[in-house]
């Protein structure tokens, strides 16, 4: 049973401590893991550390000691562990391994800040990297660069194969089965010299990625990424083996859920230079690199769009046509994303720009449409029962005019 020690109560901290066994087979009880933990300082048997979520740093303090390690958070909750701790611990013995603190016995050392006075220091992915600063050159007269190992604690964030182009930019991906709605990736890529067009796409991103070179509003939509991808993997449930009424109710939750994600998240994503949308065969592979002509230039618009309804009557039947407006002026409307059950919309003004269906019942009516050219027809005979029924429904979703 964990509980606060008496020991650490010479601590100047603002939360709860919290007991951590070291054996080599840590157990947590497990929570959503911080996006990445970063040292600040190791000085004797104390340690500092920060993790880091989306727009929040929470700072953790650290004591060792033989057989366990005593942690704090300075967010001020009573909980034993906190939330924060939870994301750190979890992040860190899952990312490194168990035994992670045992590792700081076998790597000492002092706090960096006595060396950063002589030496400029780098962290790379896999070493350190120092140089003496140029005032001290003539003292320790070395050429070059003194490399060492990293310890293999070091969290660190790090950019991924840094290049002068390097680039981050988000795919929306559709899978042609098995998951409903769109989806949100990063990817990797490099620019041309000119910096006007991608070159080449290196890689997908996976996450949670350590990666210094994200801004806040980069780390954020990362945080959708793995929301979609929970959604996701949640519904990989191998046909033999679903509750097809219990897979349904799963699907329509997450359905509702990620339109709510793509609503929240697309105010940062139309702020991104580099938006691409790629379409995935069978199954998603993060493992492979993007091939360039697979991924399409999309952008998005929250420009308001309203679809009218119009009735036509012609000799023996009526049209019931949809038109999309901006303001008082009419476009066509070109196609519908994923075609299956959509979550955004094109204009044939500009197909690369997606603008996202105001609700999900909106989306699901023009999507029934679409299946005869985004008009219905209806014999004569018929459309009093239609009014009725099914255009009495829609008029609480659209203005309906003719007829």
């Known amino acids: ?78 909980d034993i562990p906190c939330d924060h701790t939870k994301g750190l ?10 035994g992670y603190f045992k590792q700081f016995r076998e790597f000492p050392f002092d ?10 220091i780098k962290y790379r992915k896999t070493r350190v990297t120092v140089n003496a600063k140029e005032e001290f050159e003539h003292i320790y007269n070395r050429a070059g ?30 899978l042609d089965r098995d998951f409903d709605m769109p989806f949100l990736i990063p990817y990797h890529g490099l620019l041309n010299k000119a ?22 509003e980069q780390r954020l939509l990362n945080s959708y990424c793995q929301d979609f991808e929970q959604l996701r993997l949640s519904e990989a449930i191998p046909e033999e083996e679903r509750n097809e009424q219990a897979f349904s109710a799963l699907k329509e939750r997450n359905r509702a859920l990620g339109f709510a994600y793509w609503k929240e998240l697309l105010p940062l994503l ?16 993060y493992q492979k690199q993007p091939l360039k002509q697979g991924m399409y230039v999309i952008s998005y618009s929250q420009e308001k769009v309203q679809f009218k309804l119009i009735l036509e009557e012609k000799d ?14 009419a476009y066509d409307l070109y196609r519908v994303y994923p075609t299956r059950a959509p979550f955004f919309f094109t204009l044939k003004r500009d197909p690369t720009v997606q603008y996202l269906f105001s609700n999900l019942q909106e989306a699901a009516v023009i999507n029934y449409l679409k299946e005869s050219g985004f008009a219905l027809y209806i014999l004569a005979e018929d459309i009093e029962e239609f009014k009725s029924t099914i255009l009495k429904e829609w008029a609480e979703l659209f203005v309906i005019e003719g007829g």
């Open 89 to 98: 611990l979890t992040h860190l013995i899952h990312e490194y391994g168990s």
């Open 195 to 216: 910096k006007t067009e991608i070159k080449s796409f290196t890689k997908y991103l996976e996450l949670p990625e350590p990666y210094g070179d994200f801004s806040t």
């Open 111 to 120: 706090n960096m800040d006595r060396y950063r006075q002589f030496f400029d």
């Open 1 to 78: 049973m964990n509980k606060p020690l008496d020991e650490f109560s010479k601590l100047k901290v603002d939360s709860e401590t919290y007991q951590l066994r070291l054996g080599g087979d840590e157990i947590l009880p497990l929570k959503e893991a911080c996006i990445y933990g970063t040292i600040e300082s190791v000085i004797g048997d104390e340690i500092i550390m920060t993790s880091h979520y989306p727009l929040l740093i929470y700072t953790h303090q650290i004591v060792l000691h033989s057989d366990h390690i005593l942690i704090s958070c300075d967010c001020g909750s009573k």
């Open 145 to 174: 660069n003194i490399t060492v190992p990293k310890p293999p604690y070091w969290t660190e964030p790090h950019s991924p194969d840094v290049q002068p182009n390097s680039m981050i930019g988000y795919a929306m991906g559709i």
């Open 270 to 285: 139309i702020k991104q230079p580099h938006l691409q949308q790629i379409n995935f065969y069978r199954k998603v592979d």
């Open 316 to 329: 023996s039947y009526y049209v019931l046509r949809c038109q999309p407006y901006i303001g008082d002026k």
